[in-house]
């Protein structure tokens, strides 16, 4: 049997595919793997829960973004079942909503819990698998490509069999989003490449949120919105701001992008940066890289080059930099 199936071009283009739909309208595509990353503190569960909430009840996710109503379930292994009622509560949540927990029961991302997990979902008609937190649910090295692979090839079973999956990951600990809070993401890079939507939050002057979207596969990315939370011992509530335009120079985006691709790999030639940062999405060229590269190795980012092979140079990051 032939394992590959070549389709000629006539074909392909007649072939009749329906519209993207999603779970949350332009944030989280159906049977897709989105990421939601931010900083400790930062309001991620919370965020969590009341996307469970709002999917539940096919009500506008912070009463702007549109759902596709469902069942939900929650794989928490981060905080426990007493704390994730208190937070409930606070949300407003009912106890006839479709939403399921399995919290702090060691779920990890081998064959075991996945076909368990699927099962529930088929039996649950699940729809959306929500995650909390990435880091808790693999024993993989998150700055190698190669193993961060194997573990999303685990998370696509679940979009095979249509369901959706938000996973939460941590931002590394400068995490003030210094070029966008895709590459404030802890691991390795081919993270934010291997997902379909990345969502980052940054909590500013305690009850403000500002969401940056930073990938989207199936659309343009939203433009970055604030959100106000307000809180006490019995209520949680969130309320949309409205769209902000950001405030990110381009060429912050290229220092925080080369910071996390350097760190991961020691040394790179120019050539190899700008392949690099293609695949995050991150269009630049060799005049603009190099005048940046200049200045950051005059500014001690970055170390003098070294002499590659021919007339190449590898750049490193300077000293103390990490």
Known sequence: MNPISIKPLDQLMGQYYPEQEYIVDRLIPDASITILSGTSR????YTLLEIALSVARGEPLFGQFNT???????????????LLQKRLYQ?????????HFVALQGFQLDDKHIDAALLACEARSIK?????ALIRIHDADENSAREMSKVFRKLRRFTEADVAVLV????????AMNGGSGNEMRGSSDILAAVDSHIGVIRKDKWYL?????????DVELDPFEVKVSADELEFRFEYLG???S???KSEILRSAVIKLLSQNKQLRQKDLIEELEKLDIKTNEHTLRSLLNRWVAEGLLAPPVAGVGNTKLYSLGEGVQ
């Open 247 to 249: 405030k990110i120079d």
């Open 42 to 45: 930062s309001f991620k569960t």
């Open 128 to 132: 959306l698998v929500i995650i909390d």
């Open 243 to 245: 769209a902000v335009k």
């Open 68 to 82: 596709q109503q469902g069942s939900v379930l929650v794989i928490d292994e981060e905080n426990g079942e007493r």
């Open 210 to 218: 500002y969401f940056d979207q930073t990938k989207q596969r199936y």
């Open 168 to 175: 939460t990951q941590h931002n590394r600990k400068q995490g």
């Open 91 to 99: 949300l407003g949540a009912t106890a006839d909503l479709p939403i």
